[in-house]
């Protein structure tokens, strides 16, 4: 019952922002096309729990750094943000992770990364995820380009479509923590999404694990 009313109080938010969008006075290209949910519907089903969850899940602070915001405490103001889409690089030994250089590049195409943004990290490879590709794997951005994104950008989360191990750096998943952001692991459809121009409203569910919860992700499309 809790998570209904979560996630119905979420779909209110997005249902007032549609009307919103849609006020007089709004010009076309301000409007919202059309959402996508990013939430995977494959389930998995954690250790200790009683009946499968979806493996779209929401890693909080408080699963870094004891004491920090758990994903039921994040304040409401950080679940609503503007999406960024960035590309990982393919090569011969394996995708490779976001650099400076590739944030460089990235705003140069696009323009300056909006201020307080989700970072959606979209895989190099066009098909769809397979067995091997469902291992936690390292975070996928450098960790001097992460700290560029979040203490130049504020960047208030990130999105990745496979499952993450943060324990790879330690000192990264620390400052992560410090500065408030979450990662959202097993997320859906990028291929859908633009690289800028979205609004993300990420809607964790409030559960007895301080660090880490089943999450919908919905994306506004322009």
């Known amino acids: 019952m809790r998570i209904r ?13 549609l009307f919103a969008d849609r006020r007089p006075g709004s010009t076309q290209q301000d409007r ?10 494959q389930t998995v089903k954690p250790l200790h729990a009683t009946a499968p969850e979806s493996r779209t899940r929401i890693i909080a602070p408080a699963a870094l750094i004891p004491g920090t915001w758990a ?3 994040i304040p409401p103001e950080r679940l609503v943000a ?9 090569a011969p030994d394996g995708p490779q992770p976001i650099s400076l250089d590739d944030i460089a590049a990235w705003e140069s195409r696009h323009g300056m990364i909006p201020q307080g943004a989700v970072i959606a990290i979209r895989r190099a490879l066009p098909h769809p995820l397979s067995t091997n590709d469902l291992a936690a794997t390292p975070f996928p951005v450098a960790r001097d380009a992460a700290m560029f994104l979040v203490e130049a950008r504020y960047t208030i989360g990130f999105a990745l479509e496979t499952p993450v191990d943060l324990t790879f750096d330690r000192t990264l998943a620390r400052q992560l923590a410090l500065h408030g952001s979450y990662v959202v692991e ?7 999404l633009p690289p800028t121009g979205s609004l993300v409203i990420v809607a964790p569910a409030k559960n007895k694990n301080p660090g880490e919860a089943p999450v919908r992700i919905l994306v506004m499309v322009r």
């Not at 009313?5 to 922002?17: G, K, Q």
């Not at 097993?186 to 859908?192: D, E, H, L, V, Y």
């Open 5 to 17: 009313s979560f996630i119905i109080a979420y779909a209110l938010v997005l249902a007032i922002l």
């Open 32 to 41: 919202y096309s059309h959402v996508v949910d990013l939430t995977d519907e």
């Open 71 to 73: 994903a039921g405490q």
């Open 186 to 192: 097993g997320a859906a459809r990028f291929t859908s």
């Open 82 to 90: 503007p999406l960024v889409v960035m590309d990982l690089k393919a």
